[in-house]
């Protein structure tokens, strides 16, 4: 992994609800260091992540200048990962290509 953070799970609750962690400063400098390589539109920065054992792959979205993680379901299940914890993010940015378009993806880094 490129780079690596401790953050505080948020939730938000929409329309169902969505847990997060917000990248330290020190991770969205990497991440923009390598989003031009990395988007496919709208900000969105795909991304290689481990959390514990659980391993994934996702897109980072760009609120307010920062980066958002999302937390799949299945992971926060599988690490017991609740809304208040801190949990320690490995992350890499994936290049263009680098992943399936509209797949899934492969299940870990």
């Keep these: 992994m490129d780079t690596s953070f401790s953050a505080e799970v948020f939730q938000w609750r929409g329309p169902p609800p969505f847990y997060w962690v917000l990248l330290s400063e020190d991770a969205a400098d ?25 391993g994934w792959e996702t897109s980072l979205l760009p609120p307010s200048g920062g980066y958002a993680l999302p937390l ?19 992350l890499s940015v994936a290049p263009r290509g680098g992943r399936g378009a509209y797949g ?3 299940r870990g880094p």
Excluded: F, H, M
């Design 30 to 54: 990497y991440v923009r260091a390598c989003a031009s390589e990395a988007t496919y539109g709208w900000g969105a920065i795909p991304v290689s992540v481990r959390i514990g054992e659980s």
């Design 72 to 90: 799949r379901k299945d992971v926060r299940v599988q690490e017991d990962i609740a809304d208040g914890d801190t949990v320690a993010v490995e």
């Design 104 to 106: 899934l993806g492969r």
